[in-house]
């Protein structure tokens, strides 16, 4: 089974950057997409992006849209949230997760497997 691994978060001030990865460990064969999802303390998890396995195609959250980045390295098996001109309600854990759906999945439900979560805070 696919274990998912994150790092990348941290603290950083209102407008930088920061980048996301998810390595992907293990039998991989049944994930054809992986998201980003975030929760906020108080807040239900919510979609970020999502990425075909191949890297092809993506899809975003309209917030974060135009800002966020996602990518995918095929020989590391790993994927990638470039996040650019962050605000403080980015502040978040965030999680990588592993889809079996074949498309661009976007509800919690459509993923098998979540990473530990990584937590990105925002200062004003």
């Known amino acids: 089974q696919v274990q998912l691994v994150e790092s990348g978060g941290g603290l950083v001030q209102a407008g930088g950057s920061l980048r996301l990865s998810c390595a992907a460990r293990?039998?991989?064969?049944?994930?054809?997409?992986m998201g980003w999802f975030r929760q906020a303390p108080g807040k239900e998890r919510e979609f970020v992006a999502a990425?075909?396995?191949?890297?092809?195609?993506?899809y975003y959250a309209d917030s974060v849209q135009d800002r966020f980045t996602s990518s995918r390295d095929n020989a590391k098996n790993t994927v990638y949230l470039q996040m650019n001109s962050l605000k403080p309600e980015d502040t978040a854990v965030y999680y990588c997760?592993?889809?079996?759906?074949?498309?661009?999945?976007?509800?919690?439900?459509?993923?098998?497997?979540w990473g530990q979560g990584t937590q990105v805070a925002v200062s004003s």
């Open positions: 997760a592993a889809s079996s759906f074949r498309g661009l999945p976007y509800r919690t439900e459509q993923y098998f497997r």
């Open positions: 293990g039998r991989t064969s049944s994930t054809y997409a």
């Open positions: 990425i075909t396995w191949s890297g092809g195609h993506t």
